[in-house]
Structures are given as C-alpha cells and as structure tokens.
C-alpha cells in the first residue's frame, strides 16, 4: 500500500484547514508507514519537492507560479499530483456565496477560484472532504476520492485532559457556538430564533459565543444572559467546548458553500461529550443519528424544537452527549480511519511512482488559456 512511501504535502493555506487536512493526514499515513513531509507553498523553496517524493498532494494550491516548477518535476519524474481540497472553492460561480472572500473585487474572487479550478483540472486525482466535495469535484476530474475530516491524537489527549477537571454541573444551561472565523453570521442565523425563543422562555439558559459573530438588534436585551469570549488557540478548544452543555453547528441551507462542509463541529463537541443540534446537511446526517449522538434541524421550527428538549431536559443531554463522545472516538480519528484513507489513497494515486496522467497539459498552458478567457 503506502508503507515506506515518501509523501509531500504542499499546503497552499493555514489554520483549521490545514490541521485537519495536512496535519491530521500526515499523522493517519504516518501510522500506516509512510513518512511524510508538509510544505508551506508560500514560505519554502519548494521547486525541489517532487524530487524528494513519491507522491505529492496539493492542499488548496493555485494554479501558476510555483505550482507550475512543482508539476513540471512531477511529470518528468511520473510522479502522481493529487489535489486536496475541504471547502467548495473551485467554481468561480460562488465567487459572492463564500463569506471570507466578500471583501474583495468581484473579478479578484473569480480569478482566486479559478485557479484552483485549473489547479484541481490538472491533477491525477481529487481529495475531498465530503459527498458534495466529490460530486462537484467529480464534474471536472474523474479521479475523486473522500477523505473525510478526523480528530488527530493529539485532539483526543487535550479532550481527555479537559474531561478530567470537569467542574459539577450547574444550574444555569449554556448553550455554546464556536465560531473559527469571521464568516459565520448567515451560518448563526439559521439557529438564531431558535436560540432567542429558547432563552426567552427558559431562564436557565445562556448563551456562550467564542470567536468573531455579529448578533443582530434582537439579541440587545439580552446581554445579560449571553456571555462574549475572544477566539482562544486551538489547543484550549477542549476547555472552551466543556463551558456548554449544548453545542450548536449550523449551517447556512441552500448555499452550496455551506452544504460542502465537513462535520468538525460534531467532531470537536463529541469529543468532551458536548451534544449538538447541527443543520441537516448530508455531511452532518452522514456522521449523526438525529436522537442518538446528535440532533439535526433543517428549519427554524424544527431548530427550536430540538434545542428546547437538549436544554429541558439533562437526561437527555448526557444521554446524547456520551454517545457522541463514544462515537467520535470509535470511528472519527486519526487512529481508527488510518488504514482506510490510506487504502483509498493508494487506489487514487495509483502505483507509485509510475503513473503518469495521460494528456496531462502542462500547467502553465492551462493558465494562460484560463487568462485570456477571464479577460
């Protein structure tokens, strides 16, 4: 399979995506026998990678500049390109449904994702991180697999050192959102009268925001219940997601951005136990059983229905939430998926390192016929 090989990772991106997608992947290959090497596409001189590996994924890279040297030294060594990608940034036609790019110039958006459209086109294969990754995906390559998003060791031993100072539950019910960036605002919305009629109507609740989230005009009066905390590092996520008793992961419906994502929330929540009420996206049905270890809403009166039973009722919040802590941890690390996603891996990338992509143009052609058509 892929024991003994020698792998780069070319990571065109920071923060959470390329934790979960290059460190968290490196760690599952690392178990299986490969060793692997992740490289900053913008920080390092990277023209000699390819040939120091056998197989090289690209995380999130645009086509052009750099990535031109690597898949140059790639063709002449057959060396597999596979492309990674965990959000929908690859069809210029989203250029004004991706919140973090809304700052920028309409043709500036459209060009960033363009290039990661040639980028994906020209690859040997695709990585995606779930089901509507892979069908978009699959209509401009062919070669797609799904590598879904898992906790690395790492996450697990942090989880289990915050479950270890667990304080007694108190009377008050924290209803918690962890927002990663500054571009979940519609994502909030779908849950926000839920949350509104919640704390109007029980008083033990409250409400717990972690990260950047402009709450609307209705939520004014009600400050005294909501607590606002800045966005911590990583490594305190644990602690921060023990402070609630209910976890809220949604997602704006009918975005196709939004409905590309991966299940992290569930994943980082389930972890210390925390139960979630997730909008009703495939991804989140894929990993939830709504009732069991999660509940799942698709609109505001079924949002407000599954959050006040999780805050009614304690029972069944511990019931949900320990079972998505047994889940999580059974079936969504690093650990338990590694031979799985390297063997899909393995049947992507194709025997290594002898297989080079037939009609494979080079990248640079395929930029500037790009080029001219955005013109």
């Known amino acids: ?57 690209l995380h999130r890279v ?5 990535l031109d040297t690597i898949a140059r030294a790639a063709r002449s060594r057959a060396v597999p390109v596979l492309y990674d990608t965990d959000d929908l940034i690859f069809d210029p036609a989203l250029a004004g449904r991706i919140p973090w790019m809304t700052k920028l110039p309409q043709p500036e958006r459209e060009e960033k994702l363009e290039r990661r459209r040639r980028a994906l086109v020209a690859s040997h294969g695709v990585l995606v991180s779930t089901e509507a990754l892979a069908r978009a995906a699959g ?35 924290t209803i918690g959102y962890f927002s990663g960036t500054a571009s979940h605002d519609a994502d909030f919305l779908q849950a926000a009268t839920a949350v509104l009629d919640v704390l109007a109507a029980l008083p033990q609740a409250r ?89 799942l809403a698709a609109d505001p009166a079924e949002w407000r229905e599954k959050l006040f039973a999780l805050v009614a009722d304690a029972g069944l919040r511990r019931a949900v939430g320990e079972r998505a802590h047994a889940d999580v941890r059974a079936r969504h690390t690093t650990s338990a998926t590694a031979e799985a996603q390297a063997t899909a891996l393995a049947a992507l990338a194709g025997p290594l390192p002898q297989r080079p992509r037939r009609g494979w143009p080079p990248l640079r052609a395929i930029v500037r016929r790009g080029t001219k058509r955005l013109r």
Do not use: W
């Not at 998003?149 to 031993?157: K, P, Q």
């Not at 409400?207 to 009066?221: A, I, S, T």
């Not at 644990?238 to 939004?258: K, M, S, Y």
């Open 1 to 57: 399979m892929l024991a003994g090989a020698r792998i780069a990772i070319v990571s065109g991106t920071g923060g959470g995506s390329r934790r979960y997608r290059c460190e968290h992947r490196a760690e599952s290959l690392e178990q299986v026998g490969a060793a692997v090497e992740i490289v900053p596409f913008r920080k390092a001189e990277i023209e000699g990678v390819a040939a120091r590996h056998e197989l090289l994924i």
């Open 62 to 66: 645009p086509a052009g500049g750099k």
């Open 139 to 173: 209509a401009l390559n062919p070669h797609v697999a799904v590598l879904s998003n898992v906790v690395s060791d790492g996450m697990v031993a942090a989880a289990n050192a915050a479950l270890a100072r667990r304080e007694p539950e108190a009377a008050a019910v």
């Open 207 to 295: 409400l717990l925001v972690v990260g950047p989230l402009e709450l609307d005009e209705r939520f004014v009066g009600l400050s005294s219940r909501i607590e606002r905390l800045e966005r911590r590092p990583f490594d305190e996520l644990p602690e921060l997601i023990r402070l609630a008793d209910v976890a809220l992961a949604p997602l704006e419906l009918g975005n196709r951005f939004a409905e590309a994502k991966s299940s992290i929330k569930y994943l980082e929540a389930g972890l210390v136990g925390v139960p979630v009420v997730a909008s009703r996206t495939e991804e989140f049905a894929r990993v939830i059983e709504d009732g069991r270890n999660g509940l």
